[in-house]
């Protein structure tokens, strides 16, 4: 079974940073993609940024581009999701997700985190 865990969300100052991680389970990296995502209070969820394991390819809304960057240990079966330059509407629940294929569409994706929680003061 595929298995899904974030961590690393806080609190910061704005033009603060954060690194988020994703440890994923049940599957070979090879095969899937990885999208981080986020959800501000009552608005939808948005993708973020994901990385391609067929050809490691990485996309980014543009936010984002520039702030944020995803990479991965292949060793550890973990995504990371670096945030530099932090903005107060940055502040959401973020998530990890795995899809068959690399897109920024929530509905791409099959299984998800619980969400780390990352709140950037005024």
């Known amino acids: 079974e595929v298995q899904v865990v974030e961590s690393g969300g806080g609190l910061v100052q704005t033009g603060g940073s954060l690194r988020l991680s994703c440890v994923v389970s049940?599957?070979?990296?090879?095969?899937?993609?990885v999208g981080w995502f986020r959800q501000a209070p009552g608005k939808r969820r948005e993708g973020l940024s994901c990385?391609?394991?067929?050809?490691?390819?990485?996309y980014y809304i543009d936010s984002v581009k520039g702030r944020f960057t995803i990479s991965r240990d292949n060793a550890k079966n973990t995504v990371y999701l670096q945030m530099n330059s932090l903005k107060p509407e940055d502040t959401a629940v973020y998530y990890c997700?795995?899809?068959?294929?690399?897109?920024?569409?929530?509905?791409?994706?099959?299984?998800w985190g619980q969400g780390t929680q990352v709140t950037v003061s005024s």
């Open positions: 049940g599957f070979d990296f090879d095969d899937y993609s």
């Open positions: 997700a795995t899809a068959i294929i690399p897109s920024l569409l929530v509905s791409g994706y099959d299984y």
């Open positions: 990385i391609s394991f067929n050809d490691g390819s990485t």
